[in-house]
């Protein structure tokens, strides 16, 4: 191990694994870019089969020697690479560092899918920003605080679940078991189950938050009122991760992001329209559709690195 991960000149090399709700890929990364990736469907009911799949497309893309780092949604004992519970990955405290370091004998990094991906962005923008937020909203709602080129952990490697953050009080019942989250309101299911439920069964509803905002845009008052409310969670949220981290750089990523390309410019404004925005000046863009997996490679290159 050690030198070996340098591959020529170019850098430093790893692999990044991001598994989604729906596929995961892997990526062989070098000195912070993608220069080959696989592909495969994430299994649904069985995390036997969903490791396997893990394994297969790492496999794909690994040299046999360098690090691998997996990102998932959900909670993750990053210490002992266990995925404690996850919507991509059925069952509880799946064991899926060990697996992958027994598959590939190469050290392995296991952790939130977003905290990884803010470590991706900041690679992304040069690794310069001090502060850096990624906000990220797709399925669910999380965000990544990346400081001086550490992602923020916390004792349980639960900081920054912002998605779970109070938007109303006592509100809309959250898949995390408490009422009124921010992802409640904003994380693409939750939309589109709002929405589902006020049509009712005489409509057929849309499966996709693009369909919301395209009824949403038509008129819809049922639509309208479900994307105001995501939007204006959104953008709540953005705000109050501003003005708690006064950050460099915003960076929004995530299916709802890269869908509703206005939801962007929605954000940015709301930020500098605020009494602050004299003093609180962040960068508001668009992440890297690479970020999860060039993030999840750094972190597994950086941690073998030091050791
Ligand atoms: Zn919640």
Redesign the pocket.
């Known amino acids: 191990m050690g030198k070996e991960c340098y591959p020529s000149a170019m850098g430093w090399s790893a692999v990044g694994v991001d598994v989604g709700g729906t596929k995961i890929r892997a990526a062989r990364v070098v000195d912070g870019r993608v220069v080959g990736e696989t592909f495969r469907a994430t299994p649904p009911d069985d995390p036997t089969m969903v490791m396997g799949a893990i394994t297969d497309a790492a496999a794909g893309v690994h040299d046999g020697r360098c690090p691998i780092g997996v990102g998932t949604a959900g909670q993750v004992d990053r210490h002992h690479g266990v995925v404690l519970t996850s919507p991509n990955l059925p069952g509880r405290n799946v064991p899926l560092g060990a697996a992958l370091e027994e598959a590939f004998s190469v050290p392995v990094v296991v952790d939130n899918d977003v905290r990884l991906a803010a470590v991706g962005e900041w690679l992304a923008l040069g690794g310069e920003p001090g502060v850096l937020v990624a906000l990220y909203v797709g399925t669910g709602v999380g965000a990544g605080v990346v400081l001086g080129g550490r992602v923020l952990a916390g004792v349980n490697n639960l900081a920054t ?1 912002a ?2 953050a109070t938007f109303r009080s006592g509100g809309e019942l ?5 009422r009124g ?4 309101y904003a994380g693409g299911r939750p939309v589109v189950e709002r929405l589902a439920r006020r049509i009712g069964s005489g409509q057929e509803a849309p499966v996709h938050v693009g369909g919301v905002v395209e009824l949403a845009e038509r008129g819809d008052p049922a639509a309208r009122e479900v994307w105001e409310e995501a939007v204006e969670a959104i953008r709540t949220l953005a705000w109050n991760l501003v003005v708690l981290y006064d950050p460099a750089a915003l960076v929004l990523g995530g299916g709802v992001v890269r869908g509703v390309p206005e939801l962007a410019g929605t954000i940015r404004e709301h930020v500098a329209a605020q009494v602050w925005s004299g003093f609180l000046q962040p960068r508001v863009v668009v992440g890297s559709p690479d970020a999860a997996v060039t993030g999840a490679a750094y972190t597994a290159w950086k941690e073998h690195e030091r050791g």
Not at 174 to 178: E, L, Q
Not at 181 to 184: D, L
């Open positions: 679940e998605g779970h959250c898949g995390c078991g408490r989250c921010f992802e409640a």
